[in-house]
């Protein structure tokens, strides 16, 4: 059996170390620093090396701990798995499903699924938000979901499994009677065309995007909160950006909107993006959460094919 006093202390060392000082650690954990500091000496006596340079005002981590940093983390990670897996064994149908899916993501596969929950636990009530960007992830993080569907690279947690789902394709669209849209000429529309005209953009709820921007090509901006009113504003004329693919088909087949004609955005101005079903490490899945994590795999993997 794994002693409980090694594990406080690599808890301890870890969270000293991310929040910089012994006593910002203690604040943290609800001790005090006296008993925090010696978690931290007990350990690398322990250990046999010296995790923090004492010498200036704040500990820093000497080149041992940072090396040991990543083996605690790792730990942690697989004991609150551990934990989880137990817990979730012990444990009965959940009362509440919670999801938080990614904008990008066709809702009506999403909709399939959570019948067949319902069909299969009709007990269980359902809860679904649907936001951009760095949403999914942060509900999790916030512990504001159990399950969430993030689309692309952008937004990872070392906290959070994902498995692969499917992809999800992207086209940068224009009203047909955009100005934009009649300039078909040649190599067809430039960045400079593009930075002429305004870029209808999606604005990130939490602050995991802060300082960056993701496919912003034009100065001139209109940032929107939600998918619906980036698709409608695109749909009345007022400037040009990427939807997916699956909620523009229809306004591209009746002429309603057109892919923009440029090599910039991608080939026939497309790219695709993985999507991935996400959960926390440390939380299990109960019976309804694997059923919908299971329906809709099942449900992706048929709409790809």
Not at 4 to 32: K, N
Not at 98 to 109: K, M, Q
Not at 242 to 265: C, I, S, Y
Request: glycine share 8%; hydrophobic share 45%; proline share 5%.
């Amino acid at each position: 059996m794994l002693d409980a006093l090694t594990l406080d202390q690599i808890r301890t060392f870890v969270t000293v170390a991310e929040s910089g000082s012994f006593r910002s650690g203690a604040v943290r954990l609800s001790r005090v620093q006296s008993a925090v500091s010696h978690a931290i000496a007990n350990l690398e006596t322990e250990l046999g090396i010296t995790l923090f340079d004492r010498s200036g005002h704040r500990p820093v981590l000497t080149a041992e701990g940072k090396a040991i940093l990543a083996n605690a983390r790792d730990i942690l990670l697989r004991v609150d798995a551990m934990r989880a897996r137990a817990r979730g064994l012990g444990e009965g149908v959940e009362r509440e499903l919670s999801l938080v899916a990614d904008t990008l993501y066709p809702i009506g596969e999403i909709g399939k699924a959570l019948t067949e929950v319902r069909t299969a636990y009709p007990s269980v009530s359902i809860r679904l938000a649907v936001e951009p960007l760095g949403g999914p992830i942060a509900s999790l993080i916030e512990k504001r979901s159990t399950l969430a569907i993030v689309v692309g690279e952008n937004f990872r947690d070392p906290r959070i499994v994902l498995e692969a789902l499917s992809s999800v394709a992207q086209v940068a669209v224009v009203a047909a009677r955009h100005p934009l849209a009649k300039q078909r000429h040649g190599e067809g529309i430039g960045l400079p065309d593009l930075a002429d005209h305004l870029q209808i953009v999606l604005t990130d709820p939490t602050p995991l995007s802060e300082g960056r921007d993701f496919g912003v090509l034009s100065p001139q901006t209109c940032r929107v909160s939600t998918q619906e009113t980036k698709h409608a504003l695109i749909l009345a004329g007022l400037g040009w950006g990427r939807l997916p693919l699956w909620q523009v088909e229809q306004d591209l087949k009746n002429g309603l909107l057109v892919r923009l004609h440029t090599r910039a955005l991608g080939r026939r101005s497309e790219i695709t993006s993985e999507a991935y079903l996400a959960h926390r490490l440390d939380e299990p899945l109960g019976p309804a959460a694997q059923a919908f994590r299971n329906a809709l795999m099942r449900i992706a993997a048929a709409s790809a094919g």
